[in-house]
Each structure stands twice: as structure tokens, then as C-alpha cells.
């Protein structure tokens, strides 16, 4: 099992900018690839952003391509979520997870943090 802490949301107005980071630890060593999600208020999750754990491919939704840059950092098997211009409709929980090599999906979640864009 993979825990994650996150880190980093609060509350900004629109045009600003956060970094969210998420820290792994315990059975890392397995880890294929890591990601974020969000969920809206009164919305369903949605994924966001994810990254090869490897060879640091990522790969965006289509509503935060050019704004929003994944990262990692293999060494304190952390990954980072760099937004810009955020939008009010970017408002949401934001949850990192983990998927392990042979797993076809995500299976390892955070608790989540707040990120809330003002108007």
C-alpha cells in the first residue's frame, strides 16, 4: 500500500496561482504512475493530470492543458501540480493517487486539498 499526503491548496483569486505537492510513502517502490484528480462541488471526480513515474511523461485533461504543469521528483517520490491562471471553475478538492505497475487503474488515494479560486 502507497499512503500520499497533499499539500498546498487554499483560496486565490482568479489569474493567480498555486503548487500542490504530494508526498508517497511505503510500498513506492512499484509505483507506475501518479496523478490528480479533482472533484467540483456537487460533481463528480474527474482526473486533472498524470505522469509516468519512470520516464516523467505527462498527460493533462483537456480543460487545464497550458495552464496547469505536473511534475515529479523521484528522489523524495514526491509529485507536484503547478497551476496558473486558475479559474473559478477550477474550485475543487484535489486529490492525488498512485498506480502500481500490473494495475490497470488508480489505486492509492490522498485525503485531498481545498483549492478555491475567487471571481
Known amino acids: 500500500q502507497v499512503q500520499l499526503v497533499e499539500s498546498g491548496g487554499g483560496l486565490v483569486q482568479a489569474g493567480g496561482s498555486l503548487r500542490l505537492s504530494c508526498a508517497a510513502s511505503?510500498?513506492?517502490?512499484?509505483?507506475?504512475?501518479m496523478g490528480w484528480f479533482r472533484q467540483p462541488p456537487g460533481k463528480e471526480r474527474e482526473f486533472v493530470a498524470q505522469?509516468?513515474?519512470?520516464?516523467?511523461?505527462?498527460y493533462y485533461a483537456d480543460s487545464v492543458k497550458g495552464r496547469f504543469t505536473i511534475s515529479r521528483d523521484r528522489n523524495k517520490i514526491t509529485v507536484y501540480l503547478q497551476m496558473n491562471n486558475l479559474k473559478p471553475e477550477d474550485t475543487a478538492i484535489y486529490y492525488c493517487?498512485?498506480?502500481?505497475?500490473?494495475?490497470?487503474?488508480?489505486?492509492?488515494w490522498g485525503q485531498g486539498t481545498q483549492v478555491t479560486v475567487s471571481s
Open positions: 505522469i509516468s513515474w519512470t520516464n516523467g511523461v505527462p
Open positions: 493517487a498512485a498506480r502500481s505497475a500490473g494495475q490497470a487503474g488508480f489505486s492509492s
Open positions: 511505503g510500498r513506492t517502490f512499484s509505483t507506475y504512475a
